[in-house]
């Protein structure tokens, strides 16, 4: 499924990545409707970010790091993020959505998209709340199948050039979860357009107890 | 609020459903439905703060109460949650959030909001910017009503050069207002327009069709395939004379569906009768069962000045009907 146990990068010896469909967000988070909300929003942002798919491409490669606090190791993985089943999701339909949202708002709900599929994939967590605060950052909540609802901040970045930009976003991310919840919670930050290579990627990080 | 978490009460779920399906009708402009199911978010939470017994947890609430309202457009809603909000029991986050959100939130509470809006609109439009207009649209989509707010983008989108986009929102006027004449006709016209900026007609045509199918987009597309196929003196071929025969048809054959006032506007009623002219010539030719080289001479010895000369009219008219809409909303 594309896992690497280490501080490690991907090498071709990986096996092929593990596909995650984008139907997800309806089957996995279904109390909230992220489908109506995200789907179209993920879509877009991996399909012209970070470079333009040819038409009729339905699916985007994302890298993602998961850690866990207080460690110096994380797993490496390579999804294959799939929208191939999703109707209704033509080139008329994204021009309409890009016309009709602002490159901000497409990122942000594409951010929490990214995270709703890995907090799946990765901690068997659905998401139960997400909701809109101000004219900024969303407020969510997710729960694990016999554990508490728990925080998860999210954040997009559209252009990530540097390592460092990646990293400062998790780090104030980390800092906001654990002062609003202070036993445990996720961060996630996607970047569509990251480093030279010009990848999607994605951290997904767990806290548990203090600030770190 | 430190080391204090807020607690989680199903009705958030409910809440971010609400909010989901708000921004999906709001992802296709639809905002009388996102103003429903953001209106009603905003009532569940509003009723929902009995719920918290903890200060900080109902202000903090009232701040997810305004943002829905708001979202809603229910801005007089919106501000009053946020009259209502005490900073001082807020943590540093959401007084952050609050000091940004407010501004915003009283400007769209004036009377003046919406004036004030579609006059700048109207100013931008005539200095042709309509990429601006595109993107304050994004953000103010209550300055009009669904359909005249997918008008807006329509015409704004084909005057940036995006006649696809154009023709998609047109289409998405006309599914509210079906019967409305000046859409219908607009909407048809679109690919006559598209010349304008160079564009191949024919493909803009083909791209029409596929989303606003009426007696006269038919009838446009018909004229375009004839005058396609006949441009800078080229011979009609068969296929071309036939695609052309069966959109005449299907257009005559639904022309009686279209409002009265179209069908008795004196310019569409020029560019059917032409066209149907030509079309019924043709028919008469295949029916004899000409031969191809008996076909392209008889058709050339046809002029087909009057429908170009008709096509002309139209996009003059196109011309007046969008600006004196886009006066009339302003």
């Known amino acids: 499924m594309g896992r690497v146990t280490s501080k490690n990068f991907y090498n071709a010896a990986m096996d092929a990545p593990k596909t995650l469909p984008l139907d997800w967000l309806r089957s996995k988070h279904p109390r909230c409707d992220l489908h109506s909300r995200c789907l179209q929003a993920v879509v877009y942002r991996l399909s012209v970010d970070p470079t333009q798919l040819a038409e009729g491409s339905t699916n985007r490669i994302v890298d993602v790091e998961n850690w866990e606090k207080d460690s110096d190791l994380h797993d490496c993985y390579r999804f294959d993020f799939s929208w191939s089943g999703c109707s209704a999701l033509d080139s008329d339909s994204l021009l309409r959505f890009q016309r009709t949202w602002d490159s901000e708002a497409i990122t942000e709900n594409a951010a929490i998209g990214v995270m709703a599929m890995l907090i799946w994939e990765l901690a068997q967590a659905s998401v139960v709340t997400v909701r809109q605060k101000g004219r900024g950052g969303d407020y969510d909540f997710v729960q694990r199948e016999g554990f508490e609802v728990m925080k998860v901040e999210v954040s997009g970045i559209k252009t990530a050039p540097h390592l460092s930009s990646l990293q400062v976003r998790v780090a104030e991310k980390s800092i906001s979860v654990v002062l609003k919840f202070p036993h445990e919670g996720f961060v996630s930050v996607t970047a569509f357009d990251y480093g030279q290579e010009h990848l999607v990627k994605s951290v997904l990080k767990y806290h548990r107890g203090d600030l770190p | ?330």
């Open chain 2, 1 to 330: 609020m430190k080391n204090q978490s807020k607690p989680f009460h199903p009705y958030m779920s409910e809440v971010s459903k609400l909010e989901s399906q708000g921004r999906c009708a709001l992802s296709m402009g639809d905002t009388e439905l996102a103003r429903e199911k953001y209106g009603k978010a905003g009532d569940i939470i509003a009723r929902s703060l009995k719920l918290f017994r903890s200060q900080e947890f109902v202000h903090d609430e009232r701040i997810f109460a305004a943002t829905a309202y708001f979202q809603a457009g229910l801005y007089t809603e919106a501000w009053k949650q946020l009259q209502r909000i005490e900073p001082r029991f807020l943590d540093e986050r959401s007084r952050q959030i609050l000091e940004d959100f407010l501004p915003d939130v009283r400007e769209r509470n004036r009377k003046s909001y919406l004036t004030k809006m579609r006059h700048h609109i109207h100013q931008l439009w005539k200095l042709k910017k309509h990429e601006q207009i595109i993107e304050i649209l994004k953000t103010h989509p209550y300055i009009y009503d669904r359909v005249a707010l997918a008008f807006f983008r329509a015409v704004n989108c084909v005057e940036s050069g995006s006649w696809r986009a154009g023709n998609i929102f047109y289409a998405d006027a006309l599914k509210w207002r079906p019967l409305d004449r000046d859409l219908m006709f607009l909407a048809g016209c679109a690919p006559l327009n598209a010349i304008r900026f160079g564009n191949d007609a024919l493909i803009v045509s083909q791209h029409t069709l596929k989303l606003t199918r009426n007696a006269w987009s038919v009838c446009v597309a018909a004229g375009i395939v004839y005058l396609h196929a006949m441009r800078d003196g080229s011979k009609l071929s068969n296929q071309a004379a036939k695609e052309f025969i069966e959109l005449m048809d299907e257009s005559t054959a639904t022309f009686a569906e279209l409002p009265d006032s179209l069908q008795s506007d004196p310019d569409v009623v020029n560019y059917y009768n032409a066209s149907r002219a030509e079309a019924d010539a043709l028919k008469q030719f295949f029916s004899q069962n000409l031969t191809q080289t008996q076909l392209e001479e008889s058709l050339n010895s046809h002029d087909p000045s009057i429908l170009i000369s008709s096509s002309n009219l139209l996009i003059q008219r196109e011309e007046s009907l969008i600006s004196e809409s886009l006066r009339l909303a302003n």
